[in-house]
């Protein structure tokens, strides 16, 4: 689901976002895995902080 879907789903649900956040791996973990070299340029998660108004 794009961004804005989510963004929509949680102010029709009562919900303004606090943050957004992109968890990826360091440059040392990537260099040293290289199937996570791909994961540190296009963050695979997308984690949310929202607040019920």
Do not use: C, N, Q, Y
Not at 2 to 27: H, M, N, V
Not at 36 to 47: A, D, G, H, K, T
Request: without cysteine; aromatic residues 6%; negative net charge.
């Amino acid at each position: 689901m794009p961004i804005s879907g989510w963004s929509e789903l949680l102010k029709d649900s009562g919900f303004t976002i606090d943050g957004i956040a992109e968890p990826r791996p360091t440059s040392a973990p990537a260099a040293a895995h290289p199937l996570l070299m791909r994961i540190s340029e296009i963050p695979e998660f997308l984690v949310i902080s929202a607040i019920r108004i």
